[in-house]
């Protein structure tokens, strides 16, 4: 009967989220879905004056678009709260297991299972009202198996969360549980089951506020949805005493089912696909205005919040010190040393061992990491895994198949250096910074403005202008002008300037430069 009211509780829900929205039951639109990750449309009407100065920020919660192609009320129906990974919205008290697999293909070799716990633990305390009463980290030769452990060590394990007064849910440390394997867990634990998956889509969750993290955790869903649904279905199966086919059409519940979830995923990754071309209609605009864009990446919580407010002067920007603070991608304007303006993009978090097919959900939002000028690798030298999420970082960035001119200029960041004592480095190539109080951001913006200048093609050149010509006044709004030295004897002046190849010789043919 359980699963028979579980079918009957996601049946209405999903029919209501394909039906709603469905292609086949609205009009077709060849509008784009207007999004914010990066709005750079928000700068229209400003003038370039105002962007060079740094009063330009644009992010995903810039104003909405007049017409959407998918309203607020359709998002939220896919966002609805269908409690997939049987988390709820009320608070828990969880014991954590990690299991510590000590050989084969499965062992960890750059961290150790005391520092994976203690990841599991920041995860748990990153959401209100969860808290962690106990751990363990038991050794296993079997995570392949439904119970995970062996008999022996399964058993005293029992035995202890069943003695573990309060406890409301066991959080085993591990990618992806199977359906059958939560099933068996929880029989004979008594309580909720979740795996790294269900917790982190969970933080996700409580964390999306736009429209695109919103339809990214609805896809992200869909395979739990799925392995679910085979379960549950095979379970009321086993029940017996009912049809096998719905009403005589031919379809069994199960198909149903399935068909219904498939109409979902189609029409949350054509919203998606509508987002990936409004986000490359913007890339356009960005590089129509010649704005230089320098994707700031890293693990989560290692301080690029932090690291672009310092830059950019932004007091909007609001720092949190839990992970996954940032899900959607926002792009904040600030100025290098030769007062050219940079668009400097905070990008969502690494995480080790994310499930993969989260990382696949939000690959619409980090594939923009591969259309910047620059990127910047920010690193939590402080952590003790500072080593291990390096390499999960360039892991992904190389699943992402990010161009190797990226990869080669990328700078390489040590963040927080003041809880260091006596910090030293060895490595010319690394800058040492503080992003909190301030340290080696001076040098940070010289290798940013040699990268850039380097990657744009931009060229530093010293200009002769007539002061009774508009040339001055016209270098302002399409280059960055550093100096300007007046020659009052004559009416001219020597501007030095930075200046793209395309704008000098729309320059030099407006005004009949040699």
Known sequence: MAALRTIQRWLPALQRSCTAIC????????????????????????????????????????????????????????????????????????????????????????TTAELMLAEAVGLVNTLDNWTVVDSIILSTKTPEKKRIFGKGNFQSLTEKIRQTAGITAVFVNVERLSPLSVKELKEAWGVSVFDRYSVVLHIFRRNAQTKEAKLQISLAEIPLLR????????????????????????ETLLEVQQRLLRERELKIRSALEKLRRKRHLLRSQRKHKEFPVVSVLGYTNCGKTTLIKSLTGDSGLQPK?????????????????NHMTVLYVDTIGFLSQLPHQLIDSFSATLEDIKH?????????????????????????????????????????????????????????????????????????????????????????????????????????????????????????????????????????????VK
């Open 321 to 337: 010190n839990q992970l996954f603070a940032t899900l959607d991608v926002t792009v904040h304007a600030g100025q290098l040393p």
């Open 23 to 110: 292609p086949l039951h609205r009009p077709t639109t060849a509008r784009f879905l207007p999004v914010r990750p990066f709005v750079l449309s928000a700068a229209r009407g400003r003038n370039t004056d105002e962007v060079s100065k740094g009063r330009y920020t644009a992010s995903t919660e810039e104003e909405e678009e007049e017409e959407d192609f998918i309203d607020d009320s359709e998002v939220e129906e896919l966002f609805q709260q269908q409690d997939i990974a049987e988390v709820g919205q009320g608070q828990h008290r969880l014991f954590i297991v990690h299991p510590d697999v000590k050989w084969g293909s499965r062992k960890q070799h750059l």
């Open 227 to 250: 392995s679910r649904l085979r379960n549950d279905v095979a379970n009321l199966d086993q029940q017996g005493g009912r049809s096998k086919y719905i009403g005589g059409s031919g």
């Open 372 to 512: 910047s000028d620059l990127l910047v690798h920010v690193r939590d030298i402080s952590h003790p895994e500072t080593v291990n999420q390096k390499v999960n970082v360039l892991n992904v960035l190389k699943n992402l198949q990010i161009p190797e001119r990226l990869m080669g200029s990328m700078i390489e960041v040590h963040n927080k250096i003041d809880l260091i004592d006596n910090y030293q480095f060895m490595d010319p190539h690394v800058l040492p910074i503080s992003a909190l109080d301030g340290r080696g951001l001076d040098e940070l913006k010289m290798a940013v403005e040699a990268e850039i200048i380097a990657s744009t093609g931009k060229h530093i050149l010293d200009l002769r202008v007539d002061l009774s010509s508009p040339q001055l006044s016209w270098l302002y709004k399409e280059a960055t002008v550093q100096d300007v030295e007046v020659d009052a004897n004559d009416g001219s002046a020597i501007v030095k300037v930075v200046i793209s190849t395309a704008a000098y010789g729309r320059y030099k043919k407006l005004f009949s």
